[in-house]
């Protein structure tokens, strides 16, 4: 049996809450984003972010080789974008379907048409570990009750074979978060990556607290890397 099926039929079946409306909201993912780059212990765990811009994209490309492009007000996944600089060109992945161009300024034609209604800010892309060839990543829902703050859930999310994007609505599959990361990485990885996840949220909801009085319900994305190395991809304040 696969390590996915393994995971999904024994017991791990995990329902999605009802999306929650408390506290105060915050839209923009770069005016979070800005905020946790403000702490230096943050800074190491954001992919390199910059808004978008042609000019920027063709940057970010040529230092990182791939990239994320993704609305800044939005959610679900979508309008996310990977954009690659690869042998014969450059490429772009939207949903499963990949499109090729061998120049940079036919792939910014192309992008304009996708990115001219919204804004979009750019994210280095993160070869994320994998379960049976699956990205996964992870959301941790961190919620304030009676003035204390408390997990609510920590779990992995596994893509939909086929697409780079994990979300729920997608058509991932989630899983708790150790069993992702037992399937992912080994079992030897679980106790540490899962005590990184709580360090990082506690922190990051300090500096974002600070900055955004009023906020309580937090769901912190984040990604494990093939090396091990844990990302923040960003915060919701509506997670669902």
């Known amino acids: ?15 999605k809450a009802p999306p929650n409306h408390g506290g105060r909201q915050l839209a923009s993912k770069w005016s979070k984003t800005e905020a946790l780059m403000s702490h230096p212990g943050i800074v190491p765990h954001i992919p390199p972010s910059r808004r978008y811009s042609p000019g ?72 994320l570990a994998t379960v049976n060839g699956r990205p996964i990543d992870y959301r941790v829902k961190y919620v304030k009750t009676n003035g204390r703050w408390e997990y609510r859930s920590l779990v992995g999310r596994i893509a939909r074979r086929g697409l780079f994007v994990t979300n729920l609505c997608q058509g991932g599959d989630m899983v708790l978060a150790g069993e992702g990361i037992r399937a992912s990485l080994g079992p030897v990885h679980v106790k540490a990556k899962k005590r990184k996840l709580r360090q990082l949220t506690e922190l990051c909801t300090r500096v974002l607290e ?14 494990i890397d093939k090396q091990g190395g844990v990302w923040i991809f960003e915060v919701n304040t509506r997670p669902q």
């Open 56 to 127: 920027q994209l063709k940057i970010m490309l040529d230092v990182h080789g791939m990239v994320v492009i993704k609305p800044i007000v939005g959610s679900g996944g979508s309008g996310v974008i990977k954009v690659m600089r690869t042998a014969q060109g450059y490429a772009y992945t939207l949903r499963d379907q990949t499109n090729r161009y061998t120049s940079f300024e036919a792939i910014a034609a192309a992008l304009k048409g996708k990115t001219a209604r919204r804004s979009y800010m750019i994210q280095k892309g993160i070869a």
């Open 1 to 15: 049996m696969k390590v996915l099926q393994g995971l999904l039929q024994g017991g791990y079946k995990l329902h």
């Open 210 to 223: 600070q900055q955004f009085p009023g906020i309580t319900h937090l769901g912190f994305d984040y990604g």
